[in-house]
Structure formats: structure tokens, C-alpha cells
């Protein structure tokens, strides 16, 4: 049978939706020939086409079923002959027309619209372009951990494919993304934001349906340890990745060449936090002290193995700044403040799921912790200080932001505020506070942290701030 070179392969992808007919590809002439779009509809399925392409097919094979050594005997052979052939390839042209006719000018899946459908249901709706490993990249898990819990297999990931069963959380009031993140005790909000398309400070309605992150699967019988060589992480679910390929993967991806660490891993092979014991270097009204101060973010998520650069802004030249290498320069100043009024200092900087683990070890044996960071907002006028505690020892946290920011600028607009913050959590043992040094988002906060002058009187204000708990 003579092939029709005008034409593009029909594909057809069995639908995860039964609402949803996915007809990969669409005819369309133009300057005679046709080229392919995607469309989806029900009016006519992929198979109906299919099908009726084998059955035209079929028939015409029939017709065509004529010998042509018999065009000397009967002379209306290859009449018939060329006949079929034109009226197969008629047949395909009205099959894949009637497709299109049928679709009632759709050209496109609204992906917002079934996204909204598919979250709402528990589900997750597959954009295109979208990959297993990025999607359990978002839910903070790994493919191997993401595809176990949904039942879902790796190989079998389409665009508009629809996965049961993704973890979801309800709002139980109106409210907004980040107090459901507080109170679910969610620590990484900015994760928790990115996963479902919204800012931490976007509203929420009461009932409102929310992807969550998917919890480690625990296995009945733990997997034989593997030794992990040297120069490599191992990963929570048990993946071992070179930290070379790590940092690379990290500095790739960095605004403007900006330098990140490299991850730090233990004797075993765990991603870690950074941890450095100082010394005082004077006597002063701290000695005997120990502070411990937290430099946010900087570190390598043990649950992906990607680097945690925390939040960003865009300074007066529109390079990008990272919030994790912000918080480490004004964390630093602090440091050198309390040493220089004999306090010893506990410096740890990392992930929030690395971090956390030393804060708690630490926590019986330090006077009070600083976790320092800086704020971001869709809204650019949002600005100032904002000091949160946590309300296990009210009191003692309240007392601490209370002197920090009675010492801070009034122009600042420095504000107290309660948040459920895992680094807050980690140490309720001692008076601690997270402070939110102005906001990314910002052009005045941003360029006052960039400014070295600006950052060594912040650095003042927070530790007069506890100069004058600690003395009380």
C-alpha cells in the first residue's frame, strides 16, 4: 500500500483521567503539509482513531488484494488498483479531520485549572516538562521514596498523568501559608511555599487543601549499611552521591557566580552542619557566657542532597544576593561582638534538617541562642525587623526579643512575633529568638544589610539586645 507523506504519526497515551482524552498530536494543513499540535478532547478518543485508521486500513487492503499480473486478462485492474489507493488515503484525511472537528476549538489543557481540580482531590496533576525527580524534589523526598509512597512507577510519568495518594493537609481556618506551615510543624516554609505555588504569606481559606511533605518510608527489615567512600553523602533514603557532584550541582545553579560551601559529611557519610567552637578574646560583661548563634540556611538538604540558600533579593545593580551568604556576614559580625565581651560562642550554620540536631545537642549548656536570617514578601514595601519566639518558655523568649528590639532603631520598625520554628523548637531549653534582620524584598533593608557599616550596628543593637537580659 502506497504511504501518504503528508501525514505525521497519530500518538495515543492511555489517560490517567477518565474525563481526559490525551490525543498527543493534531493535524493542521498548512502550505500542504501538516504539522503537529497538541489538543485534547472527548469528543473522539486517540483509540477511536486508532482503531478506525486499522479498519480503514483493513478494508482498503482488501480492495487493493489484486493481482497485477492480471492487468493483461482484465484491463479495469489498475483502475481499481489506483482507486483504493485514493480512497485509503480520502479515509485517513477524513478520520483525523473529523478528530479535529470534534474538539471544539481546544487547543490546550488549562494546567492551572486541573492542577486546582487535581490538589483539591489529594492528587497531583503532572505539568509537562515536569520530571519524577523534580516533583519529589519539591515534596523534599527522594524518586525511590516518592514513587513507594503514591504507587506510583518511574517509568510511567506522562504530561496530564494524575498521582493518587500525595500528602495533604487541611487548613482549619482562614488564614495564611505560613501559620499552616507553623502549625503543622513545618520547618522549611520556603519548601513548603515552592510546593504549592504560593508565597508564604499567600492566603488561605478555611478547608483549603494543601500539598504536604512526603515522609520517609520505613521499611519492615533496614537495608544492609553500605559503606559509604570517602568524598561521598549518603542520603536519608540510602542514595550515595559524591559531594564533588553535590557542589557542583550547587554552584551551578548559583546567581552570578556566587561561591557556595561545599557539604560537609561525618565519619559515616551524613550530611552535617557546620559547627565551630570560639573562644573569647577578651574579658568582658559576657565572660562565663556561651552563646550559641545560628547562621540560617548555607547548608545541604540530607533529603535531597540540594543546597539550602535560603531566601533572595536583587540589589541596586540586579544581581541577585542569596539570603544564606547575608545571614552569614552579619552572623559573624555578632560573633565577633559577643567574643569581644568575653562570651564563648557556638557557631553552627547549615540546613534546617542538619542544623537543628546541634542546637538541641547544645541546648542544656548555652546561656541563649540567636538564629539569624532575613525576611522575604511578594509585597516589595514590607519591611523592618521582626523578632519571633517560641512559646515554650514564654517568658525568658519574650523578655530576650523584648531587649533586642528596644535597642534596635525605631525606624526599623522592629516587631515581636511568635512563630513555631524548628530551630526555636531545638532550643527550649535556653532563651532563644529568631531574628528576621529586614526583608530580601526589600530595596532599603536590602541595600542597609549590604552595607558593612549597617550590618556592625545591627550586630550592636542584637547583642546589647542580650547584654541587658543576661544581666538581669
Not at 204 to 220: A, T
Not at 225 to 243: K, N, Y
Not at 263 to 271: E, K, Q, R, W
Request: charged share 20%.
Amino acid at each position: 500500500m502506497r504511504a501518504n507523506n503528508n501525514y505525521r504519526r497519530v500518538y495515543y497515551d492511555s489517560s490517567y483521567n477518565p474525563n481526559v482524552t490525551s490525543v498527543k498530536s493534531k493535524y493542521k494543513k498548512k502550505d500542504d503539509e501538516y504539522t503537529v499540535k497538541q489538543f485534547v478532547g472527548d469528543t473522539i478518543t486517540g483509540a477511536a482513531i486508532a482503531l478506525a485508521i486499522v479498519n480503514t486500513t483493513l478494508a482498503a487492503s482488501n480492495k487493493m488484494l489484486i493481482n497485477y499480473n492480471d492487468k493483461a486478462e482484465n484491463p479495469q485492474t489498475a483502475i481499481v488498483q489506483q482507486q483504493a489507493e485514493t480512497d485509503y488515503d480520502t479515509d485517513i484525511q477524513n478520520i483525523i479531520n473529523e478528530a479535529i472537528d470534534n474538539q471544539s476549538q481546544v487547543d490546550s489543557v488549562d494546567v492551572s485549572a486541573e492542577k486546582a481540580k487535581a490538589k483539591e482531590a489529594g492528587n497531583y496533576y503532572v505539568a509537562a516538562g515536569e520530571t519524577l525527580w523534580g516533583i519529589s524534589s519539591k515534596f523534599q523526598t527522594s524518586v525511590d521514596n516518592f514513587a513507594a509512597y503514591t504507587d506510583i512507577s518511574p517509568d510511567n510519568l506522562l504530561a496530564g498523568q494524575i498521582i493518587e495518594n500525595v500528602p495533604i493537609i487541611e487548613a482549619d481556618a482562614d488564614t495564611t501559608l505560613n501559620d499552616v506551615a507553623l502549625k503543622n510543624n513545618i520547618a522549611d516554609i520556603d519548601a513548603f511555599a515552592t510546593l504549592n505555588e504560593m508565597s508564604p504569606d499567600s492566603p488561605v481559606s478555611k478547608g483549603e487543601k494543601l500539598y504536604s511533605f512526603v515522609p520517609q518510608v520505613i521499611e519492615n527489615i533496614p537495608p544492609t549499611p553500605v559503606e559509604v567512600p570517602e568524598g561521598s553523602a549518603r542520603l536519608e533514603d540510602g542514595t550515595i552521591l559524591s559531594t564533588d557532584y553535590m557542589y557542583d550541582v550547587a554552584i551551578s545553579v548559583a546567581p552570578n557566580g556566587a561561591e557556595r560551601p561545599h557539604p560537609i559529611v561525618d565519619s559515616d557519610g551524613n550530611i552535617v552542619a557546620e559547627v565551630k567552637i570560639f573562644e573569647p578574646t577578651k574579658k568582658g560583661e559576657l565572660s562565663g557566657k556561651t552563646i550559641l548563634v545560628n547562621s540560617g540556611h548555607g547548608g545541604y538538604n540530607p533529603n535531597n542532597g540540594l543546597f539550602d540558600p535560603g531566601t533572595k533579593g536583587v540589589d541596586e545593580n540586579g544581581n541577585d544576593v542569596e539570603e544564606w551568604y547575608m545571614n552569614k556576614l552579619l552572623a559573624g559580625q555578632i560573633k565577633d561582638d559577643l567574643l569581644a565581651k568575653g562570651a564563648k560562642v557556638i557557631y553552627t550554620s547549615g540546613s534546617v534538617y542538619t542544623v537543628t540536631d546541634e542546637i538541641s545537642k547544645y541546648s542544656d549548656s548555652v546561656d541563649a541562642t540567636l538564629s539569624v536570617h532575613l525576611n522575604y514578601a511578594d509585597d516589595a514595601s514590607a519591611q523592618g525587623y521582626q523578632i519571633y519566639t517560641n512559646t515554650t518558655e514564654p517568658d525568658e523568649n519574650n523578655e530576650l526579643a523584648n531587649n533586642i528590639v528596644n535597642n534596635i532603631d525605631p525606624n526599623a520598625s522592629p516587631s515581636v512575633r511568635e512563630g513555631n520554628y524548628a530551630v526555636l523548637r531545638a532550643s527550649n531549653n535556653n532563651p532563644s529568638v529568631l531574628i528576621e534582620a529586614g526583608f530580601m524584598s526589600n530595596k532599603t533593608d536590602l541595600a542597609n544589610i549590604l552595607n558593612q557599616t549597617d550590618r556592625t550596628q545591627k550586630a550592636i543593637e542584637i547583642v546589647d539586645g542580650l547584654l541587658d537580659s543576661l544581666r538581669g
